[in-house]
């Protein structure tokens, strides 16, 4: 039986100096019995020696260079040894008890080898945070959404998701997988860079017939935005490049039909950019499709290793409920 003691939690760290001395001692104070790590990505800043200063329980783990979360988690977690990784990022704080709901879901459900917690909002503390929510879905197109966020519309927390269930995908923000599931899927695609990796993960471990579930009785407190904000035209191009490289990757059929209609739907997001006066995100997108285009060979090498499975949530295209359809709520 799996205990607190084989969790080890991994902070990936990259000039975060300020979110370590804001959100470490909630990890530190009701984390007991758990193995903390910082697996710093080549920061410049003084965070390694504020960790060597003031938290010398803490293990680090130095990557020489800084290549995103998903290369430099893949990186890092080679050298950690327990059972139970969870990914945390540097802007979460955690409550009480939150580990001891985690492990108990691990006991109970041995094919369970993927957990996220329930995720609010750090500075709007009634409120389900954007990434991750209460558990992530993706529909027929590949667009992700979540219970309690669809697009930018985000729920009060009024106990509607106050359950343990099987989801499509857990958020990368507080991300807890078997080391073993890890290893069996050969980790993230370090290709991502970052954002959607962990969906591209999920669906990997789905079509392998493995569960993920979210776990209410555990709760943490995202910030949110803090390495790359919502306005950042990069993280418009890594979302759009990365959910079209994971829908081609891991779909199960007609794969042609629904690139094609992603595509124009992608299209449609790109011109409603620039009616916005937002000319730098539609470029994102233009630009995260010629990357596509760009990797599409090495794409299509990997979709012929991934088995698949037909799998998503009910909803065809959350685009056209939410959209044309006005469904705000899951």
Not at 3 to 16: E, Q, R
Not at 78 to 96: A, G, Q, R
Not at 225 to 241: I, M, Q, V, W
């Amino acid at each position: 039986m799996l205990s607190i003691k084989d969790i080890a939690i991994v902070i990936l760290n990259w000039n975060g100096k300020d979110l370590l001395e804001t959100f470490l001692p909630s990890v530190t104070q009701y984390s007991e019995g758990a193995t903390i790590y910082i697996a710093d990505n080549a920061s410049t800043d003084d965070s390694v020696d504020f960790i060597t200063s003031n938290y010398p329980e803490i293990k680090i783990i130095q990557n020489s260079t800084n290549e995103g979360y998903a290369k430099g988690y893949n990186d890092a977690l080679k050298h950690v040894d327990e059972s139970i990784y969870c990914l945390l990022n540097s802007d979460i704080e955690v409550t009480p008890n939150w580990l001891q709901p985690i492990i108990n879901t691990f006991n109970s459900d041995s094919e369970t080898v993927i957990i996220q917690p329930k995720i609010l909002d750090y500075n709007n503390r009634s409120f389900f945070e954007y990434a991750g929510a209460a558990g992530g879905f993706i529909d027929k197109y590949g667009y992700p959404f979540c219970r309690g966020r669809i697009f930018e519309t985000i729920e009060k927390d009024t106990g509607q998701y106050n359950d343990t269930i099987p989801i499509f995908w857990a958020s990368g923000a507080c991300f807890f997988i078997r080391k073993s599931a890890f290893e069996g899927l050969n980790g993230f695609d370090a290709s991502y860079f970052a954002h959607m990796e962990e969906i591209d993960l999920c669906w990997r471990a789905f079509n392998q017939g493995h569960v993920a579930k979210y776990v209410e009785q555990s709760t943490v407190f995202h910030v949110g935005g803090a390495t790359l904000k919502s306005s950042s035209s990069k993280k418009t191009y890594l979302n759009f490049r990365n959910s079209l490289i994971t829908l081609v990757k891991n779909t199960d059929r007609n794969v042609f039909f629904r690139t094609v209609w992603r595509m124009k739907l992608d299209g449609i997001a790109a011109f409603r950019f620039l009616i916005q006066g937002k000319p730098l995100h539609f470029w994102a997108i233009v630009k995260a499709h010629l990357s596509f285009y760009g990797s599409l060979s090495r794409i299509l090498k990997q979709r012929k290793s991934v088995p698949k499975r037909y799998g998503y949530y009910k909803t065809n295209s959350i685009v056209w409920s939410y959209f044309i359809k006005q469904q705000r709520h899951f």
